[in-house]
């Protein structure tokens, strides 16, 4: 059983090296995909979270709670991928990395036809995330697929809860119209 993070944090803070690596090992996945949703690019997906962690090792001192680890880390992730977003726009990339591309997804446990099956959903569903527009796409990034709390989001965000709440609804229902926009036969997950 993973230890919990507050526990986790202690060590760390200590300087622990073994308890920084589980923290790293934990959640990289999670920080890695927040900066490619935004970013849509590898190499500047595991650039940005490398910083990010650089980041939290060093503010770890100044971190008070265990509980709000995770939204106080996403948070860390979405601010430093904006900016990084805002300095590609001074110097754009060579060559973009197209998001079919981006999703190979399939589970070793799966069957040849179930693991292509659920990659290709995983395409559609990313294809119709690109085509929605940045606030739509930041509140399904954050509420449906890294599973944060509405409370959560809304401070993240700095929004009413509310709002928040109606922007999700919204979402969704953007997103079910673009991924039945782009293949009108999508049945489900099945």
């Known amino acids: 059983m993973p230890l919990e993070v507050g526990p986790l944090l202690e060590r760390c803070r200590e300087g622990d090296a073994l308890a920084w690596e589980a923290l790293v090992r934990r959640y990289q996945g999670r920080v890695y995909s927040v900066a490619?949703?935004?970013l849509h690019n590898r190499e500047e997906a595991t650039d940005l979270a490398q910083e990010v962690f650089v980041k939290v090792y060093r503010k770890l001192d100044g971190?008070?709670?265990g509980d709000g680890f995770l939204p106080w880390l996403l948070r860390l992730t979405r601010n430093a991928a904006i900016d990084r977003l805002r300095r590609i726009k001074a110097r754009p990339p060579a060559e973009d990395l197209p998001v079919e591309e981006a999703y190979e997804l399939a589970s070793p446990g799966d069957d040849p036809e179930t693991a292509s099956a659920r990659?290709?959903?995983a395409r559609l569903v990313h294809r119709a995330l690109a085509g929605m527009d940045s606030g739509s796409r930041e509140i399904i990034l954050l509420k449906e697929i890294q599973g944060l709390e509405i409370n959560e989001i809304a401070a993240m965000l700095g929004?009413?809860?509310?709002t928040v709440k109606s922007r999700s609804h919204r979402a969704r229902i953007e997103l079910a119209r673009a991924v039945l926009s782009l293949d009108p036969s999508y049945g489900g997950c099945g």
């Open 36 to 38: 490619f949703q935004y």
């Open 159 to 162: 929004a009413p809860v509310g």
């Open 119 to 121: 990659v290709e959903r």
């Open 63 to 65: 971190f008070a709670g």
